[in-house]
């Protein structure tokens, strides 16, 4: 890959040992949100999907959303757009939903060996991507099902 990619990728793996990365991506949460549906609801934040009132686009029920949106509100999420692996929706964001393998939840992702064969950190970090809720959005549209409980927890 060349002199440039050797260069960057050791002073990379300089900063991960000496930990000045680790340092610059401290996480340090500065206050609680409790948020409730009601409380959500009320606000008057502009959001990039606008409200369901809003939207002109013709609704139309498809059966392949029916299905895919149906799968996730059974606690059957879509991983990496292909899978769906055994998953839970008890909120346990630090567990491989295939190994059953749980991270520790205050431990920096520096320090967790995303390499390793038995517990696949992907499989974690791919359901904090939210690309079920698409599915789950474009369902409550077109289908006016109210989703909205689902999203928030």
């Given at each position: ?74 606690g059957n999420i879509l991983y990496f757009n292909s899978a ?70």
């Amino acid at each position: 890959m060349g002199p440039a990619y050797f260069f960057n990728r050791s002073l990379h793996l300089i900063n991960i040992k000496c930990g000045s990365i680790k340092r610059r991506n401290e996480f340090k949460p500065t206050q609680q949100l409790n948020s409730t549906l009601n409380d959500w609801q009320k606000t008057t934040t502009n959001y990039i999907i606008p409200t369901k009132s809003n939207i002109t686009l013709k609704k139309t029920k498809n059966t392949a959303l029916l299905t895919k949106a149906l799968e996730c509100l059974n606690g059957n999420i879509l991983y990496f757009n292909s899978a769906y692996p055994k998953s839970l929706l008890e909120n346990k964001w630090h567990t491989n939903p295939v190994t059953g393998f749980t991270y520790p939840k205050n431990q920096h992702w520096l320090a967790i060996n995303e390499f390793s064969p038995e517990n696949d950190i992907k499989y974690v970090w791919e359901r904090s991507r939210f690309c079920f809720l698409y599915d789950i959005i474009r369902y409550d549209y077109h289908f006016d099902k109210d989703c909205s409980q689902f999203a928030i927890n």
